[in-house]
């Protein structure tokens, strides 16, 4: 009869490893002989197993912290940082090749980012592989996280491998894991084991996931910086863009004086309406891409919440870069700056409708148009010059609009009268600013009505009045004339109001009438018919 017994211990080292007793009772005989013969052959196999399980699970721990605490995870470098993963699993799995595999842009495929073969240490990049070639592996990608697989030539998932790329590559066995990312396979890492069929264990099929993690937050990190990169360029091209408009409206600004003193009305509507089309296509490719930036930013930072939900205690290489990056600061920030870069954006686009109504000065026939529309952008155009300065306090607006219908009207020459009119106003209002100042009198607010009303069924007014000096009645009588101007020489052409005059008596065969006195503002009076068949016919 035979006695055993066994005991778990454990070295210097920590390594564990069995020790058996066997004690025979009785006669020793054949057949006792025999049986501890199997027992301790039994317990020989069951250490040695151990003392294997033991080694592998010290190579997985060994190469799970080298991963860690590698900085060349956290590398600009993408592909160095992939090398590195495929390098440390080749030898925490002890497989002669690993690969690292992701799905192409139309999902028909898996394309070899990362060869690794041990044996030269080389690596390769760049064989493809199609669903429709491998329909069973890649439904099998679909379903299981780990492949696990012994005989590569009998198993379904991966017989078809067999004739083009295990038995040429000498490949008895595979381990493969799917790469999983926001709710989707993006790809899948690839252990290919040479020689005798391997029987892998569930702690190598543990391993070979984590090396899948470790690849994930590769690929998400470089999404997140290729997101950022793509953030920074779209606010470096709205930058450009908003100086360009800026630049655009300048140069609006000086060629409208040449061409109303050349009376050339049509050539400016064209600049404007290019200027607009050339502004919105970048604008909008822009603004296009605020929404996906948004859902990267917002996933990447939920991930970063996670991590921090689970991960309390990151190691000192995270900690300190956790650090050095303030990372509070910018996952607060980060939302902020898109969203200004939004607004921007938005402002942008008002403008460029703005320009594109206020350029409707070629059109050759009459339309029915909003006129508020038309007040509204050449408002917005004119922006600039009423919003606060050191040297004044900013021009108060009040619209005071009817529910009017929409007029026939030549739009763009209707815009050109009101932004004359406007321009005015607020230069009356700033010489009353610098008179209140010079005689450090309190300043008022410069205030700027805009009225529309509908007069009776055939007729409206437009009402713009300013409470700035006033004109005195000499130059009253005059301020039709052409040619004639009050303000200094390279300020005024004298073109403006005898334009206007023109557009609105002659053009639209309505009145314009200037109400004003010193001291008590000024009010231009414009009345024009809601139809013009009536004088065309």
């Known amino acids: 009869m035979i006695s055993t017994k066994k005991s778990l211990l454990y070295d210097e080292a920590g390594n ?11 006669s020793k005989n054949k057949i006792e002989t025999a049986l501890l013969r199997e027992t301790v052959n039994k317990l020989e196999q069951e250490i040695y197993e151990r003392q294997q399980t033991e080694k592998r699970l010290c190579r997985h721990s060994n190469a799970l912290q080298q991963l860690v605490q590698s900085e060349k995870l956290q590398h600009d470098d993408f592909k160095i940082a992939i090398e590195y993963i495929t390098e440390v699993a080749s030898l925490g799995l002890d497989v002669e090749r690993v690969s690292v595999w992701l ?26 592989l199609f669903v429709c070639d491998f329909p069973n592996y890649f439904q099998a990608l679909k379903e299981e996280q780990v492949i696990a697989v012994s005989n590569v030539h009998s198993d379904r998932r991966t017989s078809e491998f067999s004739e083009t790329y295990t038995t040429p590559l000498g490949i008895t066995s595979m381990l493969d894991a799917r790469i999983w ?20 264990t569930l702690e190598e099929e543990s391993f070979i996931s984590s090396i899948s993690d470790f690849v994930r937050l590769v690929i998400e990190s470089r999404d997140r910086k290729i997101a950022e990169e793509a953030l920074r360029q779209s606010e470096m091209q709205l930058r450009q863009q908003t100086q360009q ?16 003193q050349n009376e050339k009305m049509s050539s400016l509507g064209q600049l404007v309406a290019g200027v607009a089309h050339e502004i919105n296509n970048p604008v909008n490719f ?31 290489v995270i900690q300190s870069k956790i650090v050095a990056i ?42 029915a148009v909003d006129i508020h529309e038309g007040i509204d952008s050449t408002l917005l155009i004119l922006d600039n010059r009423l919003k606060a300065r050191p040297d004044r306090p900013a021009i108060q607006i009040i619209k005071e609009y009817d529910n009017l219908p929409l007029i026939e009207c030549y739009a763009g020459q209707l815009n050109q009268v009101f932004m004359n009119i406007l321009t005015n106003a607020i230069d009356a209002l700033e010489e009353r600013h610098q008179q209140q100042s010079q005689q450090k009198t309190k300043p008022s607010l410069g205030v700027i009505l805009i009225r529309t009303k509908i007069i009776n069924k055939n007729q409206i007014t437009i009402k713009i009045a300013d409470n700035g000096l006033g004109i005195p009645e000499k130059i009253k009588q005059r301020i039709f004339d052409p ?11 004298g073109m403006g109001m005898s334009i206007s005059y023109q557009i609105v008596t002659k053009n639209h065969h309505g009145t314009i009438e200037c109400i004003s006195s010193p001291h008590q503002g000024t009010a231009f009076v414009i009345v024009i018919p809601l139809k013009q068949q009536h004088f065309v016919q």
């Open 103 to 128: 799905y192409t842009e139309k999902r028909l495929g898996i394309q070899c980012i990362d060869l690794y073969q041990r044996e030269n240490n080389y690596h390769s990049h760049g064989l493809e």
């Open 286 to 316: 822009i603004y296009g891409n605020i929404a996906p930036a948004h859902d990267y930013i917002h996933n990447l930072l939920n991930l970063i919440q996670l991590y921090q939900e689970y991960y309390p205690d990151p190691i000192p």
């Open 245 to 260: 408009l800026e630049e655009a409206l300048k140069e609006l600004q000086h060629t409208q004086v040449q061409m109303l």
């Open 181 to 200: 990312s926001r709710g989707e396979v993006i790809g899948v890492v690839c252990c290919e084991h040479l020689g005798v069929q391997r029987q892998w």
């Open 483 to 493: 040619f004639f101007t009050t303000k200094p020489i390279g300020k005024g052409t």
């Open 326 to 367: 303030d990372l509070e600061f910018l996952m607060e920030d980060l939302p902020k700056l898109l969203s200004s870069i939004k607004i921007g954006a938005e402002r942008i686009q008002q403008i460029v409708v703005s320009l594109r109504n206020f350029s409707r000065l070629d059109e050759a026939e009459y339309k």
């Open 16 to 26: 564990s490893f069995i020790v058996g007793l066997v004690r025979l009772i009785g």
